[in-house]
Structure formats: structure tokens, C-alpha cells
């Protein structure tokens, strides 16, 4: 058997054993296609005859030659030869004995498998571990209630100036990007909405569309959509990396509250914030919504009012804007919440910021569903 | 069982005689290192021999970790010449490049272990990446070096996240013998480990560097690791380095230096030696 240099030379002894030397360089690079054949090496017609492994002719050895050649010593001494290990180079003694020495570890059993099985109870276990999280945040929202009340006993305790920057930061700052969206969603409603409603001639009621549709749920779900992309994973973010550096440790034993210190703040700032900019939304989106009625409709702006004012009443605009608050705390609350589950690495900040945007999204439509069922209720 | 049980601590101290007329391995030449206006190192000249342990240390902001990465080409310097086994490592072709880091192995300070693989697999990466052994003796050889950096064998299924720091800096050291380097980087080895922890790992790698015919370039400020394993140790001191034996540098009169070794756990760190 000969490949790359690395072989193996067997010859009968004198005494009725054997002697099997390996030649050449036994590494990484020389050795990769012998292990199969070595896997199958025998020695035909030795019988039970003793084998001397000769390592004197070896030119070069290294870790996965030496675990060859000792994985070989094993399958012979299995197959019944006892094997001894001679003449082996003083350069090449330690690495041999080294590798030996953990050779070769037990492989371990292979847990066996029940596909079936299996994903049942990754399904339990995923619908237990969402139960323990709703919980969880349920309590997370009491903690923040009890606190938000301590503080309205005693205002003085408020950070006016952190609600101040956070308001800066999640409203102020998110002006050009959600005016934009806002923008081009009434373009691309108007535009759609014209495209059908010519076919029966009532063009006008665009319009109508435009504004119950975006007053009543698409400004607000907007807003939210983008403030929880925005702010509620910055908020993660924020909130994670002080838990990395150990500064929200830090915070509690100084004395000083962690709800009170990050988490009221943020809350407070979005709840103040969101309903300014969702109303910001419902402006920006009716006006995209005008600029295409005009561009493809013919629409004049005084038009628009005029048939806006008879569409909308006050209550569709409530509707909208009364939503704000709720999904402001639910979007703050989630943020901080998955900011403060962050433990030690930074890569579990990575991976809860995601988290926190797609649960707060998720919240904050599932909630949307409910208010509308609340308000069918109400007949709003 | 873990390897460094099985080879009786070796307790003759480093000869530095053994590696005295050894080829260098690294050559540094004239290095100068910048940060905007502020010069790190000034005309740094340093040689590794080959199968020597050199121990690099220097105050805070001396520039160690700087010259680890510029020697490993993950930096680069403003001047000089860094040599590694024989090739300017300016400049060098992608392919090239690529057969000299298959020939050198880092351990990292916190191990910089892929966290979404476990420690087999970790392992297996340059295996897989770098030689075209089977799938079934790249797994074998993982659980080997695996054995050789002293972890059980279940720990090859185990995830980083579920390892102490002790085990994750093992299992970064099985990565980093995957290809069985001829040089070995190691960046604070033993900072964040227990001294029992820390005097284990010292001998690990005094049982791997003997075994495996190891280069082993060891930035350290650990004192024990120092004079337990070093043959040599090269001090970083007003932008160049001092390199000598343990007793060459007891006897140097520079400031930083004479303090180093002999203050307080300097002293500590020899009379526990002698």
C-alpha cells in the first residue's frame, strides 16, 4: 500500500511474528486517503502472530499520523496480534505518547432519534416557554405600574430631563423617516383606491377611503411599526449593553431603582411621543394621499377638504389616536423588558433586540385586532 | 484522562541552551507602529527561535497586543519588516498568505470560539477548511486534540456557552493545534483562571510545546508562567524590546524592568519557583 509517501512495509520475522514499519512522512498532508484503507488493513494469513510496529523509518510525523498509526496498533491488537511499538525516533517518542495517551476517546453513542417525537415536544416546549413570557411580561407591566405610581405620589423622583432626551430621540429624530413613509403610503392607497373606484365612476370617494383608512388604522399602525423598528430595539440595545458592562448591577447596589431609573423614563417618553407622531402620520399620509388625487384625479386640494371634512368625523380620528398610548407602553415595555433579560454576552444582545422587534410588532398588531373588535362592541 | 496527568510534570527548569543557536522562526526588523501622533513602538527589533517559549510583557499601552496582531497580519505596521517562517509577510500573495496561517495557531484572549458551533466542530473548522481529509477522521482527530488539550471527551458536543472559562481557553487551544502549527500564539493564556487553573494550563502547554515541538509566542502577565515556562522573555520598554533569560533580566537596571522583577510579586512569583 503505497499513496503520498506514506505506507506501510510488512514482513514476516524470523521468530514466526511479524514486523510492520511505516515509511515515509505520516501528516496531515500526506495521509488524508490512507484512513480508509487502513480501516480494513489486516494482515493475511498472520494468524495470531505478535507484530512489532516499526517506527524507525518514519521521515515526518505528526498528530494525525500518530493517531493512525495508534488507532492501527488497536485494530490489530483486537484482531487478536499482540502488537508491540518499536524502535520509535526520540523526536517522534512525546508526540506518539501524547496522542496515545487520549486515543481513542470512546466516540460517543449517538442519542437516538424519534423525528415525531421530537418536534412534539419542541412544541410544548415552545408553547410552555410562550405562557412563562406572557406571564413574565404581565408581571414586567405591574412592576412598571407600581413604580409609575410611587412616582405620581412623589413627581419629584420623575428624570424629567432622561423623558425629555428619550422623547428627543424617539420622536423629534423619527420625523424624516416616518414623514416619508407616511407620505408615500397615501400616494400608494390613492393610487390604488382611483384605479378601482373609476370603474364605477365615483372617483370622489377616494377621498372617503383615504381618510377613514389611514385615520382609523394605518397612520397609528405606521407609527407603531416603525417606532418598534426604531426605539424599541434601541431601547434592547441600550438597556443590553449596560447589562453587558454590568452597569444595571451597578445601579442596584448603589441603592438606586432600575425601573424607576431606565425603565419609566423610556415608557413615559413614548407614550408622549407616539400619539404626537401618529398624528404627524395621519397629516403626512393624507397629504400624499391629496398630492396623488390632484396628480391623477384631478382632485383640488379644496375639493379633497371639502369631501374629507363630510367623510371623516371627529371619532374616526379618536379611534386612531387613542390606540397611541397603549402601544407605546406595549413597545416600551417589551424593549426594556428583552434589555434586561440580556445576560453577560453581547451576543445575547444581538439576539434579543431582534426579538424584542418582532414581539412588540407582533403585539402591537394582535392588540390592533382587539381594539377593533372593542370598538364593533361600542359601535364607534 | 487528560494528558498533562500523564506526563509526569517536567520540573527541570527551561535551558535556555536548548534553543540558543535554534533559526529564528519570527524575525521583527525596525518595526514602527503609529497611532495618529502617538508612537508605540520606534524601531522594535525581535527574533523567536525555534522551539523556544518567549514571553512578551510590558506596561499598559506598550503595545503587546499590537505586536501580536501586526506578527499575525491583522494589523499593519507604518514601518519594518516582519518575517514568519522565512517569508515577509508584507505583501504576500493571497494563496501564500493563506499555507502561512495554516501553519500557525492563535489563541485568543477569550478563546474566540465560533459560538454557534460546539467544540468539535470548532476544531474541525480549519480541518475541514484547509485539508481534504475525510469527514469521519477529521471528526476523530478533533476528539484527539480535543483529548490533548485536556478536556473530556463529551465536551466535543458541548456549546461555548455551556463551558467555564478554564475549558473554552482549552478548547480555543484544540482549535488552535487543529493543523498542528509550528508556531503557537498565545494572548494572555492564563489571565481570568484560577491560579490552580492558571499553573494547570502553564504545564499543558509545557507538555504540548515538548510533545508537538511547538514555537510558542506567549504574551503574558502572569509572573508564574513566566518563570515556569518561558526560556525567554522579551520585555517591551520605551518602544523597543529587551529580550533575555529570566536571570539576564533580573540583573537589568532599567527602571520598568528592575521593577517588574523584582517587586513585590516578582519576588514572589521566583522564591516560589526556586
Known amino acids: 500500500m503505497a499513496r503520498d509517501g506514506a505506507r506501510l512495509e510488512p514482513t514476516r520475522d524470523g521468530d514466526g511474528g511479524w514486523t510492520l514499519a511505516a515509511i515515509g512522512r505520516w501528516d496531515l498532508r500526506a495521509t488524508g486517503g490512507m484512513a480508509r484503507e487502513l480501516e480494513a488493513y489486516a494482515l493475511d494469513g498472520a494468524g495470531n502472530a505478535a507484530v512489532r510496529l516499526d517506527l524507525s523509518r518514519l521521515d515526518a510525523l505528526d498528530t494525525v499520523g500518530a493517531y493512525l498509526l495508534s488507532a492501527l496498533a488497536q485494530r490489530l491488537t483486537a484482531a487478536g496480534h499482540p502488537v508491540t511499538v518499536a524502535a520509535v525516533r526520540p523526536e517522534h517518542a512525546a508526540l506518539f505518547d501524547a496522542v496515545r495517551a487520549v486515543c481513542p476517546p470512546q466516540p460517543e453513542p449517538p442519542a437516538p432519534q424519534h423525528p415525531i417525537l421530537d418536534m412534539l415536544e419542541r412544541t410544548g416546549r415552545t408553547a410552555i416557554h410562550a405562557v412563562h413570557e406572557g406571564l413574565a411580561l404581565l408581571s414586567f407591566l405591574g412592576l412598571i405600574t407600581v413604580t409609575f405610581g410611587r412616582l405620581v405620589l412623589n413627581p419629584r423622583r420623575l428624570r424629567i430631563r432622561a423623558v425629555l432626551f428619550h422623547i428627543e430621540q424617539t420622536g423629534l429624530n423619527a420625523l424624516p423617516i416616518l414623514g416619508l413613509l407616511s407620505f408615500l403610503i397615501g400616494v400608494v392607497l390613492a393610487f390604488q383606491g382611483a384605479d378601482q373606484l373609476r370603474r364605477f365612476g365615483a372617483e370622489l370617494f377616494v377621498v372617503n377611503l383615504l381618510g377613514v383608512s389611514i385615520l382609523r388604522e394605518i397612520g397609528i399602525l405606521m407609527t407603531s411599526i416603525i417606532v418598534a423598528g426604531r426605539s424599541g430595539s434601541a431601547f434592547t440595545a441600550q438597556i443590553g449593553t449596560m447589562k453587558v458592562n454590568q452597569e444595571v448591577d451597578a445601579i442596584s447596589t448603589l441603592g438606586l431603582d432600575v425601573i424607576e431609573l431606565l425603565v419609566v423614563p423610556r415608557a413615559l417618553a413614548l407614550m408622549i411621543s407616539l400619539p404626537l407622531l401618529a398624528f404627524y402620520a395621519d397629516i403626512m399620509g393624507l397629504f400624499g394621499g391629496a398630492v396623488m388625487s390632484y396628480a391623477t384625479l384631478d382632485i383640488t386640494f379644496g375639493q379633497f377638504i371639502r369631501q374629507l371634512h363630510g367623510a371623516v368625523t371627529l371619532p374616526h380620528f379618536l379611534v386612531g389616536l387613542v390606540k397611541a398610548p397603549v402601544f407605546a407602553l406595549v413597545i416600551a415595555m417589551v424593549g426594556c423588558y428583552e434589555g434586561l433579560k440580556v445576560s453577560g454576552s453581547a451576543e445575547s444582545v444581538g439576539t434579543l433586540t431582534t426579538k424584542s422587534v418582532v414581539e412588540s410588532i407582533f403585539l402591537v398588531i394582535v392588540l390592533d385586532a382587539v381594539f377593533s373588535i372593542l370598538f364593533s362592541f361600542l359601535r364607534v | ?274
Not at chain 2, 506526563?7 to 535551558?15: A, C, F, I, L, T
Not at chain 2, 499555507?99 to 495557531?105: D, E, I, K, S, Y
Not at chain 2, 510545546?209 to 515556569?228: I, K
Open chain 2, 1 to 274: 484522562m487528560a494528558p498533562q496527568d500523564q506526563h509526569q510534570p517536567d520540573q527541570s527548569p527551561p535551558e535556555p541552551a536548548r534553543t540558543a543557536h535554534a533559526p529564528p522562526v519570527i524575525r521583527v526588523h525596525g518595526l514602527v507602529t503609529r497611532f495618529g501622533a502617538q508612537v508605540v513602538h520606534d524601531g522594535l527589533d525581535l527574533d523567536v527561535r525555534k522551539g523556544e517559549v518567549l514571553g512578551v510583557v510590558g506596561g499598559s499601552g506598550t503595545g503587546k497586543s499590537v505586536l501580536l496582531k501586526e506578527i499575525l497580519g491583522l494589523m499593519h505596521p507604518a514601518e519594518g519588516r516582519i518575517e514568519l517562517l522565512g517569508r515577509d509577510t508584507a505583501g504576500l500573495p493571497e494563496a501564500e498568505r493563506v499555507a502561512l496561517q495554516a501553519r500557525t495557531g492563535v489563541l485568543f484572549q477569550n478563546g474566540a470560539l465560533f459560538s454557534s458551533m460546539t467544540v468539535a466542530e470548532n476544531v474541525m473548522v480549519p480541518l475541514k477548511e484547509h485539508t481534504d481529509l475525510p469527514l469521519a477522521l477529521a471528526a476523530e482527530i478533533a476528539r484527539v486534540k480535543i483529548g490533548m488539550a485536556g478536556l473530556p471527551p463529551n465536551a466535543g458536543a458541548k456549546f461555548p456557552s455551556e463551558l467555564s472559562g478554564g475549558m473554552i481557553k482549552r478548547a480555543g487551544l484544540a482549535r488552535a493545534l487543529a493543523l498542528d502549527p509550528e508556531i503557537l500564539f498565545l494572548d494572555e493564556p492564563t489571565a481570568g483562571l484560577d491560579p490552580i487553573g492558571a499553573a494547570a494550563f502553564d504545564q499543558l502547554i509545557h507538555n504540548l510545546q515538548r510533545s508537538l515541538g511547538l514555537t510558542v509566542f506567549m504574551v503574558t502577565h502572569d509572573l508564574d508562567s513566566l518563570t515556569s515556562i518561558c526560556d525567554r522573555i522579551a520585555v517591551l520598554v520605551d518602544k523597543k524590546v529587551r529580550v533575555g533569560t529570566l536571570d539576564e533580566l533580573l540583573q537589568d537596571t532599567h527602571p520598568w524592568i528592575h521593577e517588574y522583577f523584582h517587586g513585590p510579586r516578582g519576588r514572589a512569583a521566583r522564591h516560589a519557583e526556586a
